[in-house]
């Protein structure tokens, strides 16, 4: 990047909130610096809601429609020109931007940024790796969602990213790659496990073999491999675990005496912290990776936080050259996709 000023391309009519929430956490992103932020979307929705006092790196640029959140992704392919979607990942593709932010439909995101970024070379499939916030430090869970029926030397290839993302973005010198299994033992797994394991061990990845859902949380690996429905299940889970986890305690210090009250006090700070570790709007977005192009998933119930924390993530990506370092590891090891051309 040689210190130039990432440029954001940001869906603003995906999501749940959009336009307001994405606008608003749009112009929280400009207002720390976080990049140039190109807002995608009706601009005559998008106007009013930057106010009278819009700073320094934020252009609108008008595109009339919009993707369903329940869109068939093969649907919105066809569909996608003159979409706030569409018309965001073109901007990478034509080189005006470096990344893409969405909170809209994340199989639509998919399916179009295949179709206008393209793989990287020897790169058979694109994977969502989500950041958790483990024991000791974060944990890159891969694929999440984007292949819910995975053969062995993808699953091997999400290894590579997951690995090129650690080392590039989380700081991770030599990042544990792990891949998620029903036992620890090498000959526990379905098929699909098993076969996989063998091609990343006899890869130059720092792979530590089979690790246990229990174990993620406890930085087992730094970088856990799994096909995106077993990824996507596990994302589910934990965002309801945590959710849950949040209203038994508010339930419990409501509930409670004077004392369970005034420890509450005590102890607010300390809950805020832990709070803020666990939130997914800390995190933002999850990034798209074998692609092109930098794509940053948002979840669809994003709020202006998790939007600029997304915009912050795509920012990083682009300047760590996570596109280039990914392929960079694919082109040295021993897992390009065997039917590239």
Known sequence: MNGRIPRIAVDAMGGDNAPEEIVAGALLAAREGLGHIFIVGDEARIRPLLGPDVPGGIEVVHAPGAVAMDAN?????????????GVAVNLVRDGRAD?????????????????????IAGVARPAIAVVYPAKTGP????????????RPEWLAQFGVMG?????????????????????????KGNAQTIEAARLLEASSLNFVGN?????????????????????NVMLKLCEGAASLMGEIVLTELKGGGLLTKLGALLVRPALRNVRDKVSYDSYGGAPLLGLR???????????????????????????????????????QSSLREANEA
């Open 73 to 85: 992704p093969s649907t919105a392919v066809r569909n996608s020109d003159g979409t706030s979607l």
């Open 99 to 119: 990344a893409v932010v969405s909170a809209g439909n994340s199989g639509a995101f998919l399916a179009i940024a295949l179709v206008r970024l393209r793989t």
């Open 139 to 150: 944990v890159v869970v891969l694929d999440s969602g984007a292949n819910v029926d995975c």
């Open 163 to 187: 690995s090129a993302y650690a080392r590039a973005v989380l700081g991770i010198e030599n990042p544990k790659v792990g891949i998620i299994s029903v036992g620890e033992e090498r000959v």
């Open 211 to 231: 690790v246990e859902g229990k174990d993620v949380l406890y930085n087992a690996a730094d970088v856990c491999v799994c096909d995106g429905f077993v990824g």
């Open 293 to 331: 192009g930098n794509c940053i998933v948002a979840h669809g119930r994003a709020n202006r936080i998790a939007v600029r924390s997304a915009i912050r993530a795509a920012g990083a990506e682009v300047h760590e050259d996570v596109v280039g370092r990914i392929a960079e590891l694919i082109d």
